[in-house]
C-alpha cells in the first residue's frame, strides 16, 4: 500500500510564503511523475504543477513565477515553494505520485497512482 502524507499548510497573510511537503511510503520501485493539485470551495479540482522523474516541471499560468515544485528522490518527497501569495490560492492543497511498485511493472508499463490526504492554505487580504 502507499502513502503520501502532506505538510507545511496554514494560514498566511497575502504576500507572504508557505512551503508544502509531500513524502511517499509504502510499495514503490521506482517513483514516475509527482504533482501539485488544489480544491478551492465549489472549485473543480486543478492541476498546480508537476514535476518529471528527471526534474521537468509544468505549472499552471495563474502560479507562475510564483510557485516552484521540487522533488528529493532520495527521500521520495515533492516540495511545493509558494511565494507572493494571494487570496485566490485559497484551497485545499493535494499531493499526486504516479509509481511503479515492481520491476515486473515496469516492464509491462503499469503505472500506479495515488493521492495524499489535502492540506488546507488560507491565504487573507
Known amino acids: 500500500q502507499v502513502q503520501l502524507v502532506e505538510s507545511g499548510g496554514g494560514l498566511v497573510q497575502a504576500g507572504g510564503s508557505l512551503r508544502l511537503s509531500c513524502v511517499v511510503s509504502g510499495s514503490i520501485f521506482s517513483l514516475n511523475a509527482m504533482a501539485w493539485y488544489r480544491q478551492a470551495p465549489g472549485k473543480q479540482r486543478e492541476l498546480v504543477a508537476d514535476?518529471?522523474?528527471?526534474?521537468?516541471?509544468n505549472y499552471a499560468d495563474s502560479v507562475k513565477g510564483r510557485f516552484t515544485i521540487s522533488r528529493d528522490n532520495a527521500k521520495n518527497a515533492v516540495y511545493l515553494q509558494m511565494n507572493s501569495l494571494k487570496p485566490d490560492d485559497t484551497a485545499v492543497y493535494y499531493c499526486?505520485?504516479?509509481?511503479?511498485?515492481?520491476?515486473?511493472?515496469?516492464?509491462?508499463?503499469?503505472?500506479?497512482?495515488?493521492w495524499g490526504q489535502g492540506t488546507q492554505v488560507t491565504v487573507s487580504s
Open positions: 499526486n505520485a504516479t509509481y511503479y511498485s515492481s520491476l515486473r511493472d515496469v516492464l509491462r508499463g503499469l503505472l500506479g497512482g495515488s
Open positions: 514535476i518529471t522523474s528527471g526534474g521537468g516541471t
